[in-house]
């Protein structure tokens, strides 16, 4: 069984940064692909960081510079480190992985597997 657990999430001030950690048990880590999604109140999830292509990594425009996608394949981890957080990163986050390694973010599918999702608050 595949399972993706994050952790990292919590309440911080704007400003401030969080990493998140996801975990990836059940499946050849190698093999495939991972990403970041959230899902902010009343708004659809959007991909927002993800592996694309051998060793690239697609940003959404509103986190570049900010958001930095990185893994362990030592641990079979994936992390988000985020940055310079706003009021408006306020969403749930959720760990996704799929085979495929193009289009990850782009919404065109969903991924196969998704992590529980962790909750970032951003206060101003």
């Known amino acids: 069984e595949v399972k993706l657990v994050e952790s990292g999430g919590g309440s911080v001030q704007a400003g401030e940064s969080l990493r998140l950690s996801c975990t990836a048990t059940?499946?050849?880590?190698?093999?495939?692909?991972f990403g970041w999604f959230r899902q902010a109140p009343g708004k659809e999830r959007e991909g927002i960081a993800c592996?694309?292509?051998?060793?690239?990594?697609f940003y959404k425009e509103f986190v570049k510079g900010r958001f930095t996608l990185s893994t362990d394949n030592a641990r079979d981890t994936i992390y988000l480190q985020m940055n310079n957080l706003q009021p408006e990163d306020t969403a749930v986050y959720f760990c996704?992985?799929?085979?495929?390694?193009?289009?990850?973010?782009?919404?065109?599918?969903?991924?196969?597997?998704w992590g529980q999702g962790t909750q970032v608050t951003v206060s101003s």
């Open positions: 059940g499946l050849p880590f190698g093999e495939f692909a």
């Open positions: 592996m694309a292509g051998t060793d690239d990594v």
């Open positions: 996704v992985a799929d085979r495929l390694n193009w289009g990850l973010c782009s919404g065109a599918y969903a991924p196969d597997h």
